[in-house]
T-cell receptor, first 116, second 114 residues
Framework: GAVVSQHPSWVICKSGTSVKIECRSLDFQATTMFWYRQFPKQSLMLMATSNEGSKATYEQGVEKDKFLINHASLTLSTLTVTSAHPEDSSFYIC????????????FGPGTRLLVL | DQQVKQNSPSLSVQEGRISILNCDYTNSMFDYFLWYKKYPAEGPTFLISISSIKDKNEDGRFTVFLNKSAKHLSLHIVPSQPGDSAVYFCAAKFRSSGNTPLVFGKGTRLSVIA
């Protein structure tokens, strides 16, 4: 099966600091990775689509300067929450699509972020 | 505007019986549908998918039915097992449009009672 990992699995930080979350596809090359955010009892909300070697495409309402996404290789994408505030506390999940013809996205285990 | 709707936030079923999870969508351009299962504090796990050219897809205990005219799909789990207790998300996409993201419903929490 396709395995996607995320690191860290949880993080607590002070308000104003930046937090980097890594998403890796362990056994396949991911041409596209997606970053989602989930609030309690809500659905997964897509934040941005990340293609290897190009700029990410952000969804409406998502601040690109606040949530920096880098997809430097076919197996790694990073999300950096800059100058985090308590309202950024959430569950962040990445997913990766294997190849250009695969329709299924494989999700990472998620990262719980708590900003104090 | 919720394009993918799961109107039942929760469902309880006895072990061994059938679980039926429903999903409705509003955009007739969606042509590929997926079901994911999610445990607390974990990422969703892919379960089963169906293309709009089919009306049924089966994989072991899981069967997905698609009714395009009604813009409705359902996931049947039979027999239900306690380990099936989780939140189930329905998702849709425009397959023919290439690199498009999934649109998720809000999920249905399934509880299978032993």
């Amino acid at each position: 099966g396709a395995v996607v990992s995320q690191h860290p699995s949880w993080v607590i930080c002070k308000s104003g600091t930046s937090v980097k979350i890594e998403c890796r596809s362990l056994d396949f090359q991911a041409t596209t990775m997606f970053w989602y955010r989930q609030f309690p009892k809500q659905s997964l909300m897509l934040m941005a689509t990340s293609n290897e070697g190009s700029k990410a495409t952000y969804e409406q309402g998502v601040e690109k300067d606040k949530f920096l996404i880098n997809h430097a290789s076919l197996t790694l994408s990073t999300l950096t929450v800059t100058s985090a505030h308590p309202e950024d506390s959430s569950f962040y999940i990445c997913s990766a699509r294997r190849g250009k013809t695969q329709e299924t996205q494989y999700f990472g285990p998620g990262t719980r972020l708590l900003v104090l | 505007d919720q394009q993918v709707k799961q109107n039942s936030p929760s469902l309880s079923v006895q072990e061994g019986r059938i679980s039926i999870l429903n999903c409705d969508y509003t955009n007739s351009m969606f042509d590929y549908f997926l079901w994911y299962k999610k445990y607390p504090a974990e990422g969703p796990t892919f379960l089963i998918s169906i293309s709009s050219i089919k009306d049924k897809n089966e994989d072991g205990r899981f069967t997905v039915f698609l009714n395009k005219s009604a813009k409705h799909l359902s996931l049947h789990i039979v027999p239900s097992q306690p380990g099936d207790s989780a939140v189930y998300f329905c998702a849709a996409k425009f397959r023919s449009s290439g690199n498009t993201p999934l649109v998720f419903g809000k999920g249905t929490r399934l509880s299978v009672i032993a």
